[in-house]
């Protein structure tokens, strides 16, 4: 009976990912490798997740049905941008007849020089986030991953927006895998269709 009940399980097909995600009752989030801002990202990661309340997010990985591991960077650099175009023209005519005496030298010199000259320097102060992030099963599977990028927004930081990102992709996600609701009966569901 124990033999039978095992093959049986052999033959059941996986769970696809997203019902998969639909089964994790306590998710656990790991510390995120990384720079030195990897703990921060994690802890905007704790409070988007939370926000969703998908999972009863825990500080406990023994309690948890699943794991939220990653990997997370938060720059801030100064992009330059520097350029110099320059113009610069010159002419000259010399004539001359020359001999022993003062009278009979003859000379003429025209020289004429144009020169432009511009430079431009721009330097923009950058902020960029990105994390790549997995949830993984008590069997060691991945389940559902993704990486997500930011370089801000006009009232968020970088980090926020990229957990914030990071939990929009996990619940559209998740809510894939809900079950099926009946749709409308033949003829669309109106009111006196075949």
Known sequence: MIALAAACALLQPPPEPANELRLIKRLYIDKFGGGEASSQVRDMVIAALSKTRLFIVTENPERADAILRGSAEDLVFTDVFQTSDGVTARTGIALGRGS???????SVGIQAGVGDQESTRIQERK???????????????VIWSTTQESQGGKFRSASADVADKIARALLADWEKGK?????????GGKPGSP
């Open 179 to 187: 079950p099926a609701t009946p749709g409308p009966g033949p003829g």
């Open 100 to 106: 022993g005496s003062s009278r009979n030298r003859e």
């Open 127 to 141: 902020h960029e986030a990105s994390a790549s992030v997995r949830i993984v099963n008590r069997d060691g599977d």
